[in-house]
C-alpha cells in the first residue's frame, strides 16, 4: 500500500495545479486584451500623428499665400470667369467701373468674362480684394476716384 503521505502530496500537487491553471487562463485572456487594446491605440496616435502632419502643412501653405504685407499671393488665386460675373453682379457695377476698382479697361473685364483672357497676376490680387467688399465700399471707392 502506498504511503498516505505520497497519495496526499499528490493531491495537493495536482489541485493546486488545476486552480494555478484556471488563474493562469483568466490571465493569458486579460493580457491579450490589454496588448489587444496597446495596438489599436497605436494605431489611432499614428493616424492623429498623420492628420497633424497634413494640417500643419496645409497651414504652412496658407501662412506661404500671404506676403509679408497681408496681400494675398496672386500666384495662390484661382480664376473663374463665372465668379467673375457674379462678383461684379454682387456689387451692382458696370464693367468699366469694375474695371476702374480693378485697374483695367472695361474691354478686359469683358474679355475676362467671356473667358477670351484671363486677368495677370495685379489684376488677381485686386479681385481677390474686392471680395470682401459690399456694394456701399465699391460705390465709396468709385466716388472717390
Known sequence: MPNIAVLLKQEIHRVSRRATSAELSALRKASAQQRR???????????L??????????AARAV?????????AAARLRFSAKGLRAQRKRLALSAGDFGRLV?????????????RATPRSPQMAAIARLRGMGKREARARLGGE
Open 49 to 58: 500623428g498623420r492628420q497633424v502632419a497634413t494640417l500643419a502643412r496645409g
Open 37 to 47: 487594446d496597446v495596438a489599436a491605440l497605436r494605431r489611432q496616435v499614428a493616424a
Open 103 to 115: 485697374g483695367t479697361s472695361a474691354q478686359s473685364v469683358y474679355n475676362w468674362e467671356q473667358e
Open 64 to 72: 506661404q499665400g500671404v506676403k509679408s504685407t497681408g496681400k494675398v
